[in-house]
């Protein structure tokens, strides 16, 4: 059977790899989790796909040979991510439509002012943009990693890594601007 | 008037991604640019905004004790008894014979780690599909309907066809990722059992049909005109097999 894509691995682990993967890979489980939480959206669907993506990596940890953990790990997190968020992403659209349709209240412009620079005004504002721009945020700004490390992370050349972290700032900067930030779109 | 390197540049001597000659020379170049300056400070703004909300996620406590749990239990998978003795065969293939035997073997022996790998992604994507909604994203008994569907989708026209008058009935057909691809599967239904058809374009040479079995699921995996098919479900082999047949016909 030839794979989809290239990818070595094997499942056929001994108590060594065992070890080794508590000892290299668990390690990095904050990253793995909170990528998937703002990629998701929902602490209660990361955690399953943090859950999901760990076993995978386990699974695929005999073929890792050496390099760089946290940026392997967070690749397999966010492929199982955007899996999960192609399944639902009808159910999320309709969601969002019944929000808007029922007028779900947001926090008042006088709310966010007195509020100021806090925390759920930052959660809004990031939650509200694309996923593709959010995780270079997140990555960036959270998790600290460099331009290198986003590129084997998201697949996207590095190249392509700066002006991809620009133009998520900027709407970073107009969402936070914005008093009512619209809800997030589901366009991967 | 907008500095182009506002949105470019600035953004790499942020983030410290400049090597010293770089960083030097977008210095100097704002002192003079009133808008990258402006944008720096911007920059500077959002990250002291995002940094003072905290807003990194740690793990719960109880994810690390689940993961733990969910290794203890990953069982090696069935070849692992094959793949000691294709080890052993090719040592003795070494020893006895040429180096070049010896690498044949061990490249056998790489397909079949990956063959694994591959055999439990598919079967863990049919485990997935059996979840409530996840079935079809496409609902349909007719041909007609399911292909289009994929126009657009996937960057390869898999071959849809309906053979419900041979005994599996076309239900629909849904995207998979596989390995970060997308892929399409299709649903049969067989008796009261379900069905997937797999489907992803190959560059390899056709093959026949090769069957196995996980976590009591059967597979069958067969390549044909540029196509790679696996076929998943809990009933019988000899009922794959004839699937496999009736795509080939």
């Known amino acids: 059977m030839s794979n989809p894509v290239q990818e070595k691995g094997s499942d056929v682990l001994d108590s060594q790899d065992q070890a080794r993967f508590e000892m290299l890979v668990l390690p990095h489980l904050d990253a793995a989790f909170n990528l998937a939480r703002w990629l998701l959206r929902s602490g209660a669907d990361a955690e399953d796909t943090a859950q999901e993506a760990l076993l995978r990596a386990y699974r695929f940890f005999h073929g890792f ?40 209240p947001g926090p008042t412009p006088e709310a966010l002012a007195i509020a100021g620079d806090n925390r759920d005004r930052l959660t809004r504002a990031l939650e509200s943009l694309p996923p ?15 331009y290198k490390e986003i590129a084997t992370i998201t697949s996207i050349p590095i190249g392509t890594v700066m002006s991809t972290l620009s133009r998520g700032r900027r709407q970073l900067q107009l969402a936070l601007a914005d008093p009512a930030p619209k809800e997030a779109s589901h366009e991967l | 008037m907008s500095c182009d390197r506002a949105d470019t540049v600035l953004h790499a001597y942020f983030d410290n991604e400049m090597d010293s000659l770089g960083a030097a020379e977008f210095e100097r170049h704002l002192e ?46 069935e070849i692992a008894p094959a793949r000691a003795t294709w080890q052993w065969l090719a040592i003795a293939a070494v020893v006895l014979l040429f180096i070049s035997v010896g690498w044949q073997v061990a490249s056998v022996h790489r397909g079949e780690d990956s063959n694994a790998v591959l055999a439990a992604e598919l079967v863990d994507a049919h485990l997935r599909s059996l979840q409530p909604g996840h079935l079809s994203d496409v609902v349909s008994t007719d041909q007609h309907t399911v292909k289009p569907w994929f126009d657009g989708k996937l960057d390869f026209a898999p071959p849809v066809r309906d053979f419900a008058e041979q005994g599996f009935p076309l239900q629909g057909g849904r995207l998979d990722v596989i390995h970060g691809r997308t892929i399409a599967a299709l649903v049969y239904g067989r008796r009261k059992h379900l069905v997937n058809v797999f489907i992803w374009p190959t560059t390899e040479r056709d093959a026949s049909p090769r069957t196995g079995s996980r976590q009591g699921y059967q597979w069958i995996n067969w390549r044909q005109g540029g196509m790679e098919f696996c076929a998943v479900s809990d009933t019988s082999s000899s009922d794959l097999e004839q699937l496999q047949r009736l795509f080939r016909d």
């Open chain 1, 65 to 104: 040979h050496g390099g760089d953990v946290r940026a392997w790990l967070l690749q397999i997190v966010r492929n199982t991510c955007y899996t999960w968020l192609e399944k639902n992403r009808r159910a999320n659209e309709m969601t969002e439509f019944d929000e808007e349709l029922h007028g779900v």
């Open chain 1, 132 to 146: 593709r721009y959010r995780e270079v945020i997140v990555l960036r700004e959270l998790e600290g990693c460099s």
């Open chain 2, 32 to 77: 003079q640019c009133v808008e990258c300056a402006g944008a720096l400070a911007a920059l500077k703004d959002l990250r002291s905004s995002v940094n003072r909300a905290q807003l990194y996620q740690k793990a719960p406590a109880l994810l690390r004790k689940k993961i733990l749990v969910d290794v203890a239990a990953a069982r090696p998978i």
